[in-house]
Nanobody
Framework: QVQLVESGGGLVQAGGSLRVSCAAS????????GGWFRQAPGKEREFVAV???????NYADSVKGRFTISRDNAKNTVYLQMNSLKPEDTAVYYC?????????????????WGQGTQVTVSS
């Protein structure tokens, strides 16, 4: 049984930093792509970043230069380091795992999801 467990969300002031983590069991991130999506109230879930199984990394334009995704194969964990946070980054952040056959920013490409962790950025 696959489980993705996020941790590390919280409340931070604008300009601050947070790191969220996604620990996986039942799948290995060097065989599956590990991605982060986010969903703000009243909005659709949107792609944030992904590290592919073979190591290529992609970011949404809105977070390029501010967020960094990484993977620790030994811990089977994917991280999202978020710097220079803005109030518009406020959302529930979801970890996702999948064997991507299509576009990496399509949530339907991901088979497994975590429960989400809240990130709130105050102005």
């Amino acid at each position: 049984q696959v489980q993705l467990v996020e941790s590390g969300g919280g409340l931070v002031q604008a300009g601050g930093s947070l790191r969220v983590s996604c620990a996986a069991s039942g799948l290995t991130f060097n065989s599956y792509s590990g991605g982060w999506f986010r969903q703000a109230p009243g909005k659709e879930r949107e792609f944030v970043a992904v590290v592919r199984s073979f190591g290529v990394i992609n970011y949404a334009d809105s977070v390029k230069g501010r967020f960094t995704i990484s993977r620790d194969n030994a811990k089977n964990t994917v991280y999202l380091q978020m710097n220079s946070l803005k109030p518009e980054d406020t959302a529930v952040y979801y970890c996702a795992g999948g064997r991507l056959s299509g576009t990496y920013d399509d949530p339907h490409e991901y088979n497994y999801w975590g429960q989400g962790t809240q990130v709130t950025v105050s102005s």
